[in-house]
């Protein structure tokens, strides 16, 4: 089944902790994507990927970090985490880049306290 | 900057009726208009979209229409049942061969009363 599968789904951690999101695809795409959603402002981007080893600042990049070594993982880093990283946080791909649609994992829920 | 609006946000309708959801986009470039449904506990699963080189796009219950001159889009849901309650975010973004941004709607939640 082709899917984006994020872990943790849900995260309750303290300022400072550094946390690690993972995203893995099995479509083999090449673009992939971090959003964050926040009530009222939609979904965000955070970071791109356009390939391996190509990533770049979406919208909202400050106070993560990304790495694309192989071409089915694209985690999100928060070094050291505040409150106003709490939100749900959404990882996509698509086939390439200026290809749609694109596919989203289930989300992952991080509280920052 | 580019943005999308999109309104209301906020829907209630009863079982059986329409529910219409608008949107508007800012850049003339955009040519590309997905609409999404966002459940409880899931992400954004595509629904529908259209392409600005054509006026309305009909799924079985689920239409979306678009406006180039004005820059609007909208997506009609008829006879709506309870398994249509979700968020809807609408986007707008423009195809070609290197990266572009997609651009995402603030989201309208609609509740189905039976």
């Known amino acids: 089944e082709a899917q984006v599968t994020q872990n943790p789904r849900y995260l309750i951690t303290v300022t400072g902790k550094k946390l690690t999101v993972t995203c893995s695809q099995n479509m083999n795409h090449e673009y992939m994507s971090w959003y964050r959603q926040d009530p009222g402002l939609g979904l965000r981007q955070i970071y791109y990927?356009?390939?391996?080893?190509?990533?770049d600042k979406g919208d909202v990049p400050e106070g993560y970090k990304v790495s694309r070594k192989e071409k089915r993982n694209f985690p999100l880093i928060l070094e050291s985490p505040s409150p106003n990283q709490t939100s749900l946080y959404f990882c996509?791909?698509?086939?390439?880049?200026?290809?749609?649609?694109?596919?989203f994992g289930d989300g992952t829920r991080l509280s920052i306290l | 900057g580019e943005n999308v609006e999109q309104h209301p946000s906020t829907l209630s309708v009863q079982e059986g009726d329409s529910a219409v959801i608008k949107c508007t986009y800012s850049d003339s470039a955009s040519n590309y208009f997905p609409w999404y449904k966002q459940e409880l506990g899931k992400g954004p699963q595509l629904i529908i979209d259209i392409r600005s080189n054509v006026g309305e796009k009909k799924d079985q219950r689920i239409a979306v229409t678009l406006n180039k001159t004005a820059k609007h889009f909208s997506l009609h849901i008829t006879e709506t049942q309870p398994e249509d309650s979700a968020v809807y975010f609408c986007a707008a973004t423009s195809l070609k061969t290197s990266y572009d941004k997609v651009i995402f709607g603030p989201g309208t939640s609609l509740s189905v009363i039976p």
């Open positions: 996509a791909s698509s086939f390439q880049a200026g290809t749609q649609p694109q596919h």
């Open positions: 990927s356009m390939n391996v080893e190509v990533t």
